[in-house]
């Protein structure tokens, strides 16, 4: 089971980015993914998942971030519009088996997950 995250890149405030995460070992809609980031001196926090017709979006990216999933890529994206000098971060997606979608409470836990990809740079800079 593999994780591939991609697609980051430096980009000015404003402009518009596009994740992928190419997963590797699953079968089609046996698992559900969430993308996490984390900031220089910064924890690592949740910022969108996506199970089945569920999605979630962190408060500080809904309305800019849109997830979506392609399953017969094996790729799930996370598009970035609108994108401010705080979404500067190291980017990662994140696996957890099984096709139940997570609810509200959970998503943005880390500990729910079962693998995780290596992370995408993220820079928003002028």
């Known amino acids: 089971v593999q994780l591939q995250a991609s697609g980051g890149g430096l980009v000015q405030p404003g402009g518009s980015l596009r994740l992928s995460c190419r997963t590797s070992?699953?079968?089609?809609?046996?698992?559900?993914i969430g993308w996490f980031r984390q900031a220089p001196g910064k924890e690592r926090e949740g910022v969108s998942y996506?199970?089945?017709?569920?999605?979630f979006y962190a408060n500080s990216v809904k309305g800019r971030f849109t997830i979506s999933r392609d399953n017969a890529k094996s790729t799930v994206y996370l598009q970035m519009n609108s994108v401010k000098p705080d979404d500067t971060a190291v980017y990662y997606c994140?696996?957890?088996?099984?096709?139940?979608?997570?609810?509200?409470?959970?998503?943005?836990?880390?500990?729910?997950?079962?693998?995780w990809g290596q992370g995408t740079l993220v820079t928003v800079s002028s």
């Open positions: 994140a696996a957890r088996r099984g096709s139940s979608r997570m609810i509200a409470s959970m998503w943005q836990q880390q500990k729910w997950y079962d693998y």
């Open positions: 070992g699953f079968t089609s809609d046996s698992y559900t």
């Open positions: 996506i199970g089945g017709s569920t999605r």
